[in-house]
């Protein structure tokens, strides 16, 4: 059983950066790969960014390329999303995700994941 617990969610201006977080409690399970999804309201989860964690390959939305910045401490079993020029449509609430079964990698693709943080919500303002 893994628990991934996300924080760094606030309420920011357009042209802004935040940082969030995702600490995962269980660090005797593997965990392949970690990602970042984002849901608003009325919309669909959408992938964000995921990284594989033993090679560090990092695949984004390419809404968010240049933009945001995924990265993981392995040691910690800690990810990151670094997240620059805030735009009013990135407003949504953000969830950690992570897959240790080995299953194969679809980085952005929901159904690949199984294991869900709660959220945290991140606003920008228009």
């Known amino acids: 059983q893994v628990q991934l617990v996300e924080s760094g969610g606030d309420s920011v201006q357009a042209g802004g950066s935040l940082r969030l977080s995702c600490a995962a409690t269980?660090?005797?399970?593997?965990?392949?790969?970690m990602g970042w999804f984002r849901e608003a309201p009325g919309k669909e989860r959408e992938g964000v960014a995921s990284i594989y964690t033993s090679i560090s390959n990092k695949v984004y939305a390419d809404s968010v390329k240049g933009r945001f910045i995924i990265s993981v401490d392995a040691a910690n079993n800690t990810l990151s999303l670094q997240m620059n020029s805030l735009k009013p449509e990135d407003t949504a609430m953000y969830y950690c995700?992570?897959?240790?079964?080995?299953?194969?990698?679809?980085?952005?693709?929901?159904?690949?994941?199984?294991?869900w943080g709660q959220g945290t919500q991140v606003t920008v303002p228009s």
């Open positions: 269980q660090r005797t399970v593997r965990i392949y790969y």
């Open positions: 995700a992570a897959e240790t079964a080995g299953r194969r990698w679809l980085p952005l693709d929901r159904s690949s994941y199984n294991y």
